[in-house]
């Protein structure tokens, strides 16, 4: 067989190894998962933010002579069910969700694949499946209202879609990725790597 005819085992960890072509596709599937990882972050630590404040704020207003905001405690509730769904697509990708790592230490590699293949596309049919629910949420929540802060209850769910829709693509393109190449080793897994 031809180079060509039979492809390699593990993707091209250099750019400069790939065929030109797929370099700048490559780079731009690249800077734009860097990119929305930026953003999931970004909202996760502004959420965790968020959370920190107002609860600091709810337990100081307790001692102090200053007025009481009711909706504080609601805020920071909404603010924990962001970060945790936010955070979820990143952490499909980072190898940082639930995982059974003595799978990993079975002595066939072949065995260790199927699993983790497996395993991965189960995180993305459940991950879809919460996605599907979170959208039927804000369809049919739209008129809803949060009852201290009056905060559409669309958006709530909204912001949770965001980040139930990226663990489902992040683990669809994982399960081709491990059922094409094997699982990254230990601490390669920090960047979505597209083949």
Known sequence: ??????????????????????????????SLVRLLTAVELGITCL???MIFGLIL????????????????????????????????GVLVTRNG??????????????????VQTFAMALVALIAGAFAWACWELVY???FLTSPALGLPMSWVYGIALIGLVSATIRAAVGTVRVARFGM?????????EVP
């Not at 492809?7 to 490559?26: D, F, H």
């Not at 207003?61 to 920071?76: F, K, M, N, T």
Request: charged fraction near 15%; aromatic fraction near 6%.
């Open 1 to 30: 067989m031809s180079p060509a005819e039979n492809p390699p085992e593990n993707p091209p960890e250099n750019l400069a190894e790939s065929p030109p072509g797929e370099r700048g596709t490559r780079r731009g599937i690249g």
């Open 47 to 49: 959420a965790a933010a």
């Open 57 to 88: 704020f709810q337990a100081a207003q307790r001692y102090l002579p200053v007025p009481s905001i009711v909706w504080a405690g609601e805020l920071s509730q909404f603010a924990l069910i962001w970060l945790t769904f936010v955070a979820a």
């Open 97 to 114: 969700h639930i995982a059974i790592e003595l799978i990993d230490t079975l002595p066939s590699p072949v065995v260790v694949r199927v």
């Open 140 to 142: 049919s929540a739209g």
């Open 184 to 192: 990254p080793a230990t601490g390669d897994a920090t960047e979505v």
